[in-house]
């Protein structure tokens, strides 16, 4: 299944670190940017949850709250969090049902080998709950800033 621009977002109701819990119907009334990563502390995962921990201030200016989901571990983000100051919901998806939900559990390969992981997404979704803007295939430099974009174009 993949998540369909102006239809109803998947919820989302998974823990997070901290010890606490995120759900979409508890951020109603909120934009909600949720992004899809593959694994806690490797480059290109600590590199965007760096740029979105350096832009919050103004994505919440916008009125938009940040949501990272990975298959790691709770116990997991929590370091990764404390390790990179990251002021954001890390969740964890560790039985990948939100993963397949979203559409971001994927065919991969590399170094001439195949292997299932989450493919870096993002999904803006507006305080309505409804899908506005999907970014599969994430390239993070300068990411951040168009997701900035979309969530202040929401109004």
């Known amino acids: 299944m993949t998540v369909e621009i102006g239809q109803p977002a998947p919820e989302v109701a998974l823990p997070t670190d901290g010890g606490g819990r995120v759900s979409l119907a508890d951020l109603k009334g909120k934009a909600v940017v949720l992004y899809f990563?593959?694994?806690?502390?490797?480059?290109?995962?600590?590199?965007?949850?760096?740029?979105?921990?350096?832009?919050?201030?103004?994505?919440?200016?916008?009125g938009a709250v940040i949501v990272g989901v990975s298959k790691d571990p709770v116990a997991k983000h929590d370091k990764f969090k404390a390790k990179y100051e990251l002021p954001?919901?890390?969740?964890?998806?560790?039985?990948?049902?939100?993963?397949?939900?979203?559409?971001?559990?994927?065919?991969?390969?590399?170094?001439?080998?195949?292997?299932?992981?989450?493919?870096?997404?993002?999904?803006?979704?507006?305080?309505?709950?409804?899908?506005?803007?999907?970014?599969?295939?994430?390239?993070?430099?300068g990411h951040a800033d168009k997701v900035l974009e979309a969530v202040r174009a929401l109004g």
């Open 88 to 141: 954001f919901t890390l969740a964890s998806d560790a039985e990948g049902d939100v993963c397949e939900r979203y559409g971001v559990w994927k065919e991969k390969s590399m170094y001439g080998k195949t292997y299932m992981g989450i493919e870096r997404t993002t999904v803006l979704i507006d305080a309505a709950g409804i899908v506005r803007q999907v970014w599969p295939k994430v390239k993070v430099p």
């Open 37 to 62: 990563y593959p694994k806690d502390d490797t480059s290109g995962c600590t590199k965007e949850a760096i740029a979105f921990k350096d832009s919050l201030a103004d994505f919440e200016a916008a």
